[in-house]
């Protein structure tokens, strides 16, 4: 099982930046890929940033050149720096981490973090 707490939501206004963090435990060492994801209201849950094995990252057309995905191992904890932020980032955020054990993937999910932009 791995759990995980995401912090770092607020309101801000547009072109300001905000810096979501994601700490993970439980059985992190069997974590594959952390990232991020977001949910506005109305819409699908969709990927914003990823880690994934060998430390590649991908971003949604969205974000990039705007949002950086970064890990700290030591700590157990993803992070999402957000600059340029505009009113369309305004979603719910959750951290999102796949466990591989062998053949057998689980995917867990963080409570959520609210994200608004508005001026």
């Known amino acids: 099982q791995v759990q995980l707490v995401e912090s770092g939501g607020g309101l801000v206004q547009p072109g300001g930046s905000l810096r979501l963090s994601c700490a993970a435990s439980g059985s992190i060492f069997s974590i594959n890929t952390m990232g991020w994801y977001r949910q506005a209201p109305g819409k699908e849950r969709e990927m914003v940033a990823r880690i994934i094995p060998g430390g590649s990252k991908i971003y949604a057309d969205s974000v990039k050149g705007r949002f950086t995905i970064s890990r700290d191992n030591a700590k157990n904890t993803v992070y999402l720096q957000m600059n340029s932020l505009k009113f369309e980032d305004t979603a719910i955020y959750y951290c999102?981490?796949?466990?591989?054990?062998?053949?057998?993937?689980?995917?867990?999910w963080g409570q959520g973090t609210q994200v608004t932009v508005s001026s």
């Open positions: 999102n981490a796949l466990e591989v054990i062998g053949t057998i993937h689980n995917e867990y």
